[in-house]
T-cell receptor, first 113, second 108 residues
Framework: KAGVTQTPRYLIKTRGQQVTLSCSPI?????VSWYQQTPGQGLQFLFE???????NKGNFPGRFSGRQFSNSRSEMNVSTLELGDSALYLC????????????FGPGTRLTVL | LAKTTQPISMDSYEGQEVNITCSHN???????ITWYQQFPSQGPRFIIQ???TKVTNEVASLFIPADRKSSTLSLPRVSLSDTAVYYC?????????FGAGTRLAVHP
């Protein structure tokens, strides 16, 4: 069974630009969560989607947004990029959102110059 | 809101048992505790999850006392390949709080 896939794996952008990251969950998984990982802040929760609905949202500014499609694939968008947005963005999927094992993708490494 | 605290780093030797404790204050009655392992340049990998008392699988055990204010991940007989960062996660409805991670170094 294929794992969680994220595209692209690496991305370089400049300040002020916007970026869209994509996540394809494991087949049959309807819950997708997004995390930001940085050396200074560690793993921070961005948002969680289940059946195209956002269930939870972390403490990130409105520049960070996401959505989930009917096939459970998810995208996250960051607008007006800042240097501090440079991070590894991880996507995780699970069969359902409550108390179940999450499977993480390899992440997208975003560098903002 | 639950907050998780765990040691920054730990050292061990091959063949030893390693116990990593995570403190989680204000944990709610419906919060699960999950532990993940992460190697460099990879996403976290699920190790074990529990709600209370003891849970054991083929790679680890998880101990959660009755007050559920802490949890301990136990890795039996570690090997060099267990060198990684270990995260605890308090997970409940509307809450997903990762600890800062414990960097475990296993020495020969």
């Amino acid at each position: 069974k294929a794992g969680v896939t994220q595209t692209p794996r690496y991305l370089i952008k400049t300040r002020g630009q916007q970026v869209t990251l994509s996540c394809s969950p494991i087949s049959g998984h309807r819950s997708v969560s997004w995390y930001q990982q940085t050396p200074g802040q560690g793993l921070q929760f961005l948002f969680e989607y289940f059946s195209e609905t956002q269930r939870n949202k972390g403490n990130f500014p409105g520049r960070f947004s996401g959505r989930q499609f009917s096939n459970s694939r998810s995208e996250m968008n960051v607008s007006t990029l800042e240097l501090g947005d440079s991070a590894l963005y991880l996507c995780a999927s699970s069969r359902d959102p409550d108390g179940n094992e999450q499977f993480f993708g390899p992440g997208t490494r975003l560098t903002v110059l | 809101l639950a907050k998780t605290t765990q040691p920054i780093s730990m050292d061990s030797y091959e063949g030893q048992e390693v116990n990593i404790t995570c403190s989680h204050n204000n944990i709610a009655t419906n919060d699960y505790i999950t532990w993940y392992q992460q190697f460099p340049s990879q996403g976290p990998r699920f190790i074990i999850q529990g709600y209370k008392t003891k849970v054991t699988n083929e790679v680890a055990s998880l101990f959660i006392p009755a007050d559920r204010k802490s949890s301990t991940l136990s890795l039996p007989r570690v090997s060099l390949s267990d060198t990684a960062v270990y995260y605890c996660l308090a997970r409940g409805y509307n809450k997903l709080i990762f600890g800062a991670g414990t960097r475990l170094a296993v020495h020969p």
